[in-house]
């Protein structure tokens, strides 16, 4: 009830000097949709904020249904999930897994098994889900847990930390690129909303998270190796080949859905480096490249392409991978940052005006590092979309104007994107986390301890890699 007081009922209260009464509703609707997402749920509910925001005077119905459901990024995100079942439904992310978890690196030591597991969590989250690198690595983990003797019960702190590090390393991975990843996708696509002539593009924000995701997975393992120091002797008797001895050789089906996505991942980051390795004419052709067209193209050859009979991937089948609620909720929350950032309600220049003597003769660096640091820390109590809704109304205000000229625009939101997926220490951050803790192989206390450790450790590594890349990468 208080929601909904919130969402519609600013519109009747005077709105304080300097905003337009407009401004006034649109804030009540974000304060409104906040407390719905963080306290009833954030399915249904986004469907009642979108409501709220066709009553907003210079907002029209049309734009709502066109700047959320049919925002291009969230076509573009269910693209991407459909596009990744292939590769669940053919096998090849879990023989990769396999691959990687019982190669002879994993079998020279415990340590050298563990750090290959974090490798392959890595690789498969760069171009998963967090939840589809679960389906994989949960019950593969199960198996060595069951080899192993473990049991749930007994509270070791070697099957805890391998349960935690599921979700630490996919979040890290989830941080370095847009790739079927949901909140990565809205930090750059808010962006776009507040500059909308001044995109992030795919190659920009890969060249700076990634070596940010690099260092912080090596910081994740040394932590885990030195400091929360698990028992891993009893790894060590294990036979990891025994994981892998029903595999099979690699099917056509299976080349057929690794060719279809490498080439897809291909056409995502031809536009960004055409220019420095085609001549002129070829780069602007490729420039043109739409990130949904080789996907839609994809999915439909992968429908019409039979292997002993069978699509290498039944059109229907791949639709069930979509995550639909998801995708209402992140097009809910690009509509309410396209209306915050509305220059007609004036409520970016009206938060800059108020905050501005708060920020006023601070460095621009610091400036960033707060900005890092305290959204890294905020994401691990409330959803991690919730934080970029709410740190890009904080920040952007700020780069456009009191720090306007002094650091690339980009790069704090490129930082605040990142930082809002370290979400490992409790289960109101992302969903995969509470998945974790319901599991019963880790308890909230152990989890909450790794995860704010590695979630500031992640902060930081954001703040002394990030910030001189980024500043090198954009220009700065």
Known sequence: MISIILLFGFKFIPAPAGLSQGGFQVLGILIGALALWLFVAVDWTSMLVLFALMLVPVVTPAQVISGSLGNSTVFFLILCSMLSASLQKTGVTRRLALWFVTCKLSRKSPWYAVAMIYIAIFVLAS???TTATMLVFI???GAIYDMLGYKKEDGDKFPAIMMTSVVVVSQIAQST???SHAMTLIGLSTYTNYMPEDAIGFVQYIAICLPVGIVSLILWYLLTKFVFKPDVSRFGTLDLTQLNKESKPFSKAEKIASAIYLLTIVSWILPGIAEYIFPADLAALCGKLDQNFVPMVGIVLMHLIKVDGEPVLDYK???????WNTAIFMGTILMVSSVLSNSELGI???????????FQGMSPVIFVVVMVVVCAIATNFISNAIAIALFFAISMPM???VFAGQLPP???PILVTAAANYSYATPTATAPVAFIQESGWVDGKRLFAWGMT???????VACLVGIPLGNVVLGG
């Open 399 to 401: 780069v456009t104007t």
């Open 348 to 358: 970016t220049s009206w938060m800059a005006s108020v905050a501005a003597p708060v």
């Open 127 to 129: 171009g998963l889900s």
């Open 177 to 179: 690129s847009p790739i």
């Open 317 to 323: 089948e791949a639709s069930k991978a979509a995550p």
């Open 410 to 412: 980009q790069l704090v």
């Open 139 to 141: 019950p593969l983990l």
């Open 454 to 460: 590695i979630g500031v450790g992640c902060a930081i």
